[in-house]
């Protein structure tokens, strides 16, 4: 198993820059996920780590060994895609294998290595069918166990769930999290949903367009997101942003109001700030409750009784429409007035840049 260090790596297509200095360190045995929009380039990053992009600038080291120019097959790494990429006339047991056979693995090393990829697949049962006659889940599965065979010390997934329903998506992201736990190897997992994301990492790295915007835990994340980016892009629903200016300044706290919002305190590192600096704050829809002398008021405009939760669609007074997430026996209807409480400790405010105050 290895660790991995990239060193302010870049990637240009011509003129574009499509990765702009990116620097990670990962941890032998970590599970990480790069997370971003379409576009973002983490697919790009990937292929550089695999050895199947050139790398334009920096530096990739694999296991303390620089790889920059070392061929895919010899970077000890395996990639599993998002098209399953199986060979339609073979078994699964020779897809899973076929890595090994062009290795010239030994006949019986290469059976004993197939049998004990499907036993961890639980697909002992599908080792004689043609792709054909496998269902989405299952031939991800055998692009897994193709990765499997070939023990890589770290493995690469490039949105491998993707073209799976729903339900399945969930089960196979548990079946790849216990991969994880059974293996020990470093896992490097792309995808653009971030609820993939925070199930599934140790550590996420949050891109957008070429740059890393932050490296945290999932919870690091979504308590302490370094800017509006983060902020916007991690939790379900989407964080509330309300415009606000400041009105007064004391010793590690700021009060801030706005026309969707009537003065509230947020004890945060004032430096910088000045009465009437603009700033954003950010609230997620769990972290605004009821309350009768609430900061802000709203009519409610779309009411989603989920069962165990009720999801309120509000708008303000300047027309800008927040989310509101209540208990589930919550009675409301469209039409009523809500007054609401951010909970102060959750909030966070950015400044004009978009970057997040320290608190
Ligand atoms: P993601 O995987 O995050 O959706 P990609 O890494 O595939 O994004 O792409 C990042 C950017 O690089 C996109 O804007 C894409 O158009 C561009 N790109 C990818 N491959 C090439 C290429 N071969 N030539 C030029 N531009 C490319
Ligand atoms: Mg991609």
């Known amino acids: 198993m290895a660790g991995l260090s990239l060193q302010n790596l870049q990637k240009t297509y011509g003129e574009v820059e499509v990765i702009k200095g990116v ?6 045995g970590e599970f990480v996920v790069f997370v971003g929009p379409s576009g973002c380039g983490k697919s790009t990053l990937l292929r550089m780590i695999a050895g199947l992009e050139d790398i334009t ?4 080291s694999i296991g303390g060994q620089v790889v920059n120019t070392v061929q895919p097959r010899d970077r000890g790494v395996a990639m599993v895609f998002q098209s399953y ?12 294998g076929f890595g090994l056979r062009i290795k010239k693995t030994p006949r019986d090393e290469r059976d004993a290595k197939i049998r004990e990829a499907a036993r961890i697949l639980q697909m002992e049962h599908l080792l004689d069918r043609k792709p054909a006659q496998l269902s989405g889940g299952q031939r991800q599965r055998v692009a897994i166990g193709r990765a499997i065979v070939r023990e890589p010390e770290v ?3 490039d949105e491998p769930l993707s073209n799976l329903d729903a339900s399945l998506r969930m089960d196979m992201r548990m079946e790849i999290s216990k991969l994880h736990q059974d293996l020990g190897a470093t896992m490097i997992y792309v995808t653009h949903d971030q609820v ?41 629903p989407k964080m509330n942003f309300i415009e606000v200016t400041v009105s007064e300044i004391g010793a590690g706290t700021v009060t801030v109001a ?12 004032t430096a910088g700030l000045e009465i009437g600096s603009p700033l954003t704050l950010g609230t997620r829809a769990h972290h605004l409750l009821p309350a009768e002398q ?12 989920l069962g165990n939760e009720t999801i309120v669609n509000m708008r303000l007074a300047s027309g800008k429409a927040v989310v509101v997430g209540l ?16 909970d102060i400790e959750k909030v966070v405010l950015f400044d004009a840049k978009g970057s997040a105050l320290p608190r």
């Open 23 to 28: 620097n990670l360190e990962i941890e032998h």
């Open 57 to 60: 600038g920096g530096q990739l």
């Open 85 to 96: 990429a199986l060979y339609p006339h073979m078994s699964v047991y020779d897809n899973v």
């Open 155 to 157: 493995f690469l997934f």
């Open 196 to 236: 993939e994301a925070m199930t599934l990492a140790d550590k996420i790295v949050v891109l957008n367009a070429g740059v890393v915007q932050q490296v945290g835990s999932p919870l690091d994340l979504y308590h302490h997101p370094a800017n509006l980016f983060v902020a916007g892009f991690i939790g379900s």
């Open 258 to 269: 706005g026309p969707d919002i009537s003065a509230i305190s947020v004890p945060v590192a």
């Open 294 to 305: 609430g900061a802000i008021t709203g009519t409610v405009i779309l009411v989603e009784h």
């Open 327 to 342: 208990g589930g026996d919550f009675r409301v209807a469209v039409g009523d007035t809500l007054h609401l409480a951010p």
